[in-house]
């Protein structure tokens, strides 16, 4: 009875072969969009947890940015594609009054106790770390506040379009406590001897690397030949999601990856502006960054003498550093032989470039290393009582440089494999 009903309704009801077939092919091709997609998109969520920074996360390290040093903990969220955060450490945050005074606001205005409650914990914390004094409280805060003063800083914010002004960031081998030495060079052991297990997953990760970048090129054929004939909201999500996955680049670079655990030589754009040389053990690499291991990074100083004494507050660094100074320590010290002669000397135990003097606004050019306990004459043209010096001091550092930043020149071994062969071969 119902199958006649069904028949008698079909019946009356006129079917286009080709206009249903029509359908079916747009709905087939829709239904491999979809999966592809799906797929796809899975796959992308992996890759934009960057590799190459991800070494770095929940780190202690410096990030330099224009002439800017920002010190704290990294953090790199997924899909962050090459972003990140630094967090400043409690002690180095910028106005921590200004942040209390926003909790107390809040539970002023909205009556939650949770508000006061974060703000007491925090003003005892900050006791602690001496950030404020001992003696203040909470009813205090008010007669303290300076709505003019900056509001409080505690992270810096490294979007993926704002790269291009990154220059580096550094862990230095100093800052790193016996068990963070320890762990680093147990890693620094599988880089040089590779398991077969991580072998494998380096391997299985290039390969999905590959599926990846074709899974982005079938799709963009698939999806061509039927746009003209969807909806134009389908269409517009398609032609979108098509100029995405145009721009995603392959991670696998042949010339990178079998320099992994090996001496390369890299050409860098420095943050003072330079070019320069650097030497290490190539450690890992990504779309955005390359990441280089024992480099005996140089720090570009600065000092003046007044009276042959140091003025206080020098040496600097070049840059203006947020959140914890980097080391560095008394270096040199100056005689004035004649009016024509100073001696600078190296009271470090370690050497030190000198790059040039100033004197009356005039710059005289040295490029002279001194090592611990040797000195140098420089000739000027006429003495005065301040000095200026410009010079360079090396910290051994593990280093992530932004692509944009870096050439990769070449390796500075041979491979094993290839030692016998390019060595011993005669001319």
């Known amino acids: 009875m119902l199958s006649n009903s069904?028949?008698?309704?079909?019946?009356?009801?006129?079917?286009?072969?080709?206009?249903?077939?029509?359908?079916?092919?747009?709905?087939?091709?829709?239904?491999?969009?979809?999966?592809?997609?799906?797929?796809?998109?899975?796959?992308?969520?992996w890759f934009t947890m960057d590799r190459a920074i991800k070494i770095f996360n929940n780190k202690?390290?410096?990030?330099?940015?224009?002439?800017?040093?920002?010190?704290?903990?990294?953090h790199t969220p997924s899909r962050g594609g090459g972003s990140f955060e630094i967090f400043f450490k409690g002690k180095?945050?910028?106005?921590?009054?200004?942040?209390?005074?926003?909790?107390?606001?809040?539970y002023e205005e909205t009556g939650k106790t949770k508000f006061i409650i974060e703000a007491k914990r925090l003003l005892a914390e900050f006791k602690k770390m001496g950030v404020v004094e001992s003696d203040i409280e909470i009813k205090d805060l008010k007669k303290r506040y300076n709505p003019w003063a900056s509001p409080?800083?505690?992270?810096?914010?490294?979007?993926?379009?704002?790269?291009?002004?990154?220059?580096?960031i550094i862990c230095f081998r100093y800052m790193l406590s016996r068990r963070e030495l320890r762990e680093r060079w147990k890693?620094?052991?599988?880089?040089?001897?590779?398991?077969?297990g991580s072998r494998i997953?380096?391997?299985?990760?290039?390969?999905?690397?590959?599926?990846?970048?074709?899974?982005?090129?079938?799709?963009?054929?698939?999806?061509?030949?039927?746009?003209?004939?969807?909806?134009?909201?389908?269409?517009s999500t398609l032609e979108d999601f098509q100029k995405k996955t145009a721009q995603i680049q392959t991670t696998y670079h042949p010339l990178l990856e079998n320099s992994i655990g090996r001496l390369i030589n890299v050409k860098v754009n420095d943050v003072e502006g330079e070019q320069k040389i650097y030497?290490?053990?190539?450690?890992?690499?990504?779309?955005?960054?390359?990441?280089?291991?024992?480099?005996?990074?140089k720090i570009q100083m600065k000092t003046i003498f007044k009276n042959m004494k140091e003025i206080e507050g020098f040496p600097?660094?070049?840059?203006?550093?947020?959140?914890?100074?980097?080391?560095?320590?008394?270096?040199?010290?100056?005689?004035?032989?004649?009016?024509?002669?100073?001696?600078?000397?190296?009271?470090?135990?370690?050497?030190?470039?000198?790059?040039?003097?100033?004197?009356?606004?005039?710059?005289?050019?040295?490029?002279?290393?001194?090592?611990?306990?040797?000195?140098?004459?420089?000739?000027?043209?006429?003495?005065?009582?301040?000095?200026?010096?410009?010079?360079?001091?090396?910290?051994?550092a593990d280093i992530i440089w932004p692509r944009s930043k870096i050439e990769v020149v070449g390796l500075g071994d041979y491979p094993a494999k290839l030692l016998e062969n390019i060595l011993m071969r005669k001319l």
């Open 6 to 45: 069904i028949s008698i309704i079909l019946g009356q009801i006129p079917i286009d072969i080709e206009q249903f077939s029509s359908y079916l092919r747009i709905f087939y091709y829709i239904l491999i969009v979809v999966v592809t997609a799906t797929i796809l998109y899975t796959l992308l969520e």
């Open 60 to 74: 202690h390290v410096y990030v330099f940015i224009g002439k800017n040093g920002y010190y704290g903990v990294l």
């Open 92 to 106: 180095h945050i910028e106005n921590p009054i200004s942040l209390l005074m926003f909790l107390i606001e809040n």
């Open 152 to 168: 409080s800083l505690v992270s810096k914010k490294v979007f993926k379009e704002k790269l291009s002004d990154l220059y580096a």
């Open 187 to 196: 890693e620094l052991e599988k880089l040089y001897h590779p398991s077969l």
């Open 201 to 235: 997953v380096r391997s299985t990760y290039n390969m999905l690397s590959l599926i990846k970048d074709r899974l982005s090129q079938a799709l963009m054929h698939s999806a061509t030949p039927i746009l003209s004939s969807i909806s134009p909201e389908l269409k």
């Open 279 to 297: 030497q290490g053990v190539f450690r890992e690499y990504s779309n955005n960054y390359i990441v280089v291991y024992d480099v005996d990074y």
């Open 316 to 396: 600097k660094p070049f840059l203006e550093t947020h959140g914890l100074d980097i080391k560095t320590g008394k270096h040199l010290e100056i005689v004035i032989e004649d009016k024509n002669t100073i001696m600078i000397k190296n009271i470090s135990n370690e050497p030190v470039k000198v790059e040039n003097v100033r004197i009356n606004d005039k710059e005289y050019n040295v490029n002279a290393v001194i090592f611990e306990g040797e000195n140098i004459l420089v000739t000027v043209d006429d003495y005065s009582d301040t000095v200026e010096i410009n010079y360079e001091i090396s910290r051994e």
